[in-house]
């Protein structure tokens, strides 16, 4: 099975920060690259798909790239809102689709 | 707008069972293959179970393999969860979520989620 590791784990950082998530693949996945957003007590909600395709409705200060085994999320100007855990998941051939242990985001 | 609500989930004891269900509104349920995720409390998401879009082929999680079986009714717009031989390490929020692609021919992702039932396996 694929196993797929974000860095860092968790991130303090200030509303206007620019910000770098990681996910790395244990092999190649091509683009098959998904990330989400989770708040506490809430469902996981689809930011990027597709490494660098923005999901409908999803702020354009959210953007992906990567592809292969390396892949980053980036938020260019952080909101009150964006504080929130993130979810890296590959979705390349057939399930098992793994997600990444998360990198929780807090308010510096 | 697209609904999924999960239902069915509770307190059992180890080594009992339970079935979760998700009710599907405000799409063509009948086109959409289904997943399940779950989330055991304070850790990170895993993604338990596939099913195609006629439950003509599922996959699971090797922790679950054997134990969870995943169909669905498309008539009733419905998605299933059939969980035997409950162990403490199932305690979780387990959630339903579309998947939008075709799996290992193009991107797939999860693009609308329920809101989640809480399963707790305790003595």
């Known amino acids: 099975d694929i196993q797929m590791t974000q860095s860092p784990s968790s991130l303090s950082a200030s509303v206007g920060d620019r910000v770098t998530i990681t996910c790395r693949a244990s092999q190649s996945i091509s683009r098959y690259l998904n990330w989400y957003q989770q708040k506490p007590g809430k469902a996981p909600k689809l930011l990027i798909y597709?490494?660098?395709s923005l999901q409908s409705g999803v702020p354009s200060r959210f953007s992906g790239s990567g592809s292969g085994t390396d892949f980053t999320l980036t938020i260019s100007s952080l909101q009150p809102e964006d504080f929130a855990t993130y979810y890296c998941q590959h979705s390349y051939s057939t399930p098992p689709y793994t997600f990444g242990q998360g990198t929780k985001l807090e308010i510096k | 707008e697209v609904q999924l609500v999960e239902s069915g989930g509770g307190l059992v004891q180890p080594g009992g069972s339970l079935r979760l269900s998700c009710a599907a509104s405000?799409?063509?349920?009948?086109?959409?293959?289904m997943n399940w995720v779950r989330q055991a409390p304070g850790k990170g998401l895993e993604w338990v179970s596939y099913?195609?879009?006629?439950?003509?082929?599922?996959y699971y999680a090797d922790s679950v393999k054997g134990r969870f079986t995943v169909s669905r009714d498309n008539a009733k717009n419905s998605l299933y969860l059939q969980m035997n031989s409950l162990r403490a390490e199932d305690t979780a929020v387990y959630y339903c979520?579309?998947?939008?692609?075709?799996?290992?021919?193009?991107?797939?992702?999860?693009?609308?989620w329920g809101q989640g039932t809480l399963v707790t396996v305790s003595s």
């Open positions: 597709a490494a660098s």
């Open positions: 405000e799409f063509t349920f009948r086109s959409y293959s």
């Open positions: 979520a579309r998947g939008t692609g075709v799996v290992a021919a193009s991107p797939y992702y999860f693009d609308y």
């Open positions: 099913i195609t879009t006629t439950g003509s082929s599922t």
